[in-house]
Nanobody
């Protein structure tokens, strides 16, 4: 079993920055592909970014590319999402997720992931 706990969310003004963390416990951290998703009220959960087991593959959604950066520290069993130049439309609950699959064409789909955190709220004011 895998447990994921997000932290680092909060309220920030447009143009500001936040760094989310996702702490992993349970099975071997480096065995999992990891991802960040977000869900705004009334909307479906959407892909934000993912990172392969080795950290060498990092796809991003077009809406965050160039502003967000996903990293992982396999020694600390933690994944991060550095969010810069935040916009009001980035407001959502952010979830981290873990997949036992290797990077594949389905990596951007929530169905590809086996474990989920409880989410952390990010609110960007205009």
């Amino acid at each position: 079993q895998v447990q994921l706990v997000e932290s680092g969310g909060g309220l920030v003004q447009a143009g500001g920055s936040l760094r989310l963390s996702c702490a992993h416990s349970g099975r071997t951290f480096s065995d999992y592909l990891l991802g960040w998703f977000r869900q705004a009220p009334g909307k479906e959960r959407e892909f934000v970014a993912a990172i392969s087991r080795s950290g060498t593959i990092t796809p991003y959604s077009d809406s965050v590319k160039g502003r967000f950066a996903i990293t992982r520290d396999n020694a600390k069993n933690t994944m991060y999402l550095q969010m810069n130049s935040l916009k009001p439309e980035d407001t959502a609950v952010y979830y981290c997720a873990a997949s036992a699959r290797t990077y594949n064409s389905g990596t951007r789909s929530p169905r590809n992931y086996d474990y989920w955190g409880q989410g952390t709220q990010v609110t960007v004011s205009s």
